[in-house]
C-alpha cells in the first residue's frame, strides 16, 4: 500500500522554496486537513461526538483553533456529550472529599494524548526523518542553501537526527548567515523608513521582521507552549532514539 505521507525528493525540493520553515507549513497542512474532515464528522456523527466526550475533547490550544475553524453550530450539536459527561463529573466530585484540585485539572485535556498534537507530532517526526535523509546529499545541500532555512525548533530537531558532523555543521552555518541577514535586512528597513525611503524597500527587507519572528518562534498555527519538552519526551521512548 503506498505511504501517502511519503515524500519524494522533488516535493521536498518544492517545500524548500517557501519563505517560512518547511517543517512547520507540513504539520499546519495535516492538522488542517484534519480539522476541515473532522468538524464536519464532529458536527453530524453521534459516534464521533461520543468519542470526543470520552476523550475529553482537545487540548486547550487545538480547542481554540477548533473555535476559529469550526462553526458555532457545528461546535454546538459537536460539544453538547462533552459538556454533559463534565457536568456528571463535577457533580461526583461536589460528593467527594480530598484533592479536588487534581481531579479538576485531569478534566483538561493534556497535550501530550490531544489527538491533534499526536498527528503534529507523528508528522513532525516523519517530515524530519526524511528531511535528513534528503539534506545527505550534496546536490540537496545547495538547494538547501537557496531556501530560508528551518524555525528554530525544528533546526534543532533536525541537526538531532543527522549523524554526520560536517551535515550538522552546514545546517548551523546556514542558519547564522540566514539570521545575519535578517538582522540587516530589518536594519535597512528601519533606515529606509526614517528616509522616508519605503519605495526602496526590497521584499526581503519588507518582510524580515515576520520571518524574523517564525524562524525563532515557529509558524504560528502549530506553536504550542511546551511541545519542545513533549516531543523530545515522546521521541526518547521512541525505537529510532539513542540516550
Ligand atoms: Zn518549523
Ligand atoms: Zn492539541
Request: proline share 2%; aromatic share 8%.
Amino acid at each position: 500500500m503506498e505511504d501517502r505521507n511519503k515524500i519524494t525528493a522533488d516535493t521536498l525540493a518544492s517545500d524548500m522554496k517557501t519563505r517560512g520553515c518547511p517543517v512547520c507549513n507540513r504539520i499546519w497542512e495535516s492538522v488542517f486537513e484534519f480539522f476541515a474532515q473532522w468538524n464536519y464528522s464532529l458536527a453530524n456523527n453521534e459516534n464521533i461526538q461520543k468519542e470526543n466526550a470520552a476523550s475529553l475533547g482537545l487540548c486547550p490550544f487545538h480547542s481554540w483553533q477548533l473555535v476559529a475553524m469550526a462553526s458555532p453550530q457545528g461546535i454546538s450539536k459537536g460539544y453538547v456529550q462533552l459538556l454533559r459527561r463534565i457536568a456528571d463529573e463535577l457533580l461526583t466530585l461536589s460528593n467527594r472529599s480530598g484533592n479536588r484540585q487534581e481531579d479538576l485539572a485531569s478534566l483538561i485535556k493534556d497535550s501530550r494524548d490531544c489527538r491533534i498534537c499526536s498527528l503534529m507530532r507523528e508528522r513532525e517526526a516523519d517530515y524530519l526523518q526524511q528531511l535528513a535523509e534528503f539534506i545527505t546529499k550534496q546536490e540537496n545541500r545547495l538547494l538547501y542553501s537557496n531556501s530560508h532555512g528551518l524555525c528554530l525548533r525544528h533546526l534543532g530537531l533536525l541537526t538531532a537526527l543527522v549523524s554526520d558532523p560536517e551535515v550538522v555543521q552546514f545546517l548551523l552555518k546556514e542558519a547564522a548567515g540566514y539570521f545575519g541577514q535578517l538582522a540587516k535586512d530589518m536594519e535597512n528597513y528601519s533606515l529606509k523608513l526614517a528616509s522616508r525611503q519605503r519605495y526602496l524597500c526590497s521584499r526581503d527587507e519588507k518582510d524580515a521582521y515576520v520571518r524574523a519572528i517564525l524562524h525563532i518562534a515557529g509558524g504560528q498555527n502549530i506553536c504550542i507552549q511546551g511541545s519542545n519538552e513533549s516531543w523530545l519526551k515522546i521521541n526518547r521512548q521512541g525505537k529510532n532514539c539513542e540516550e
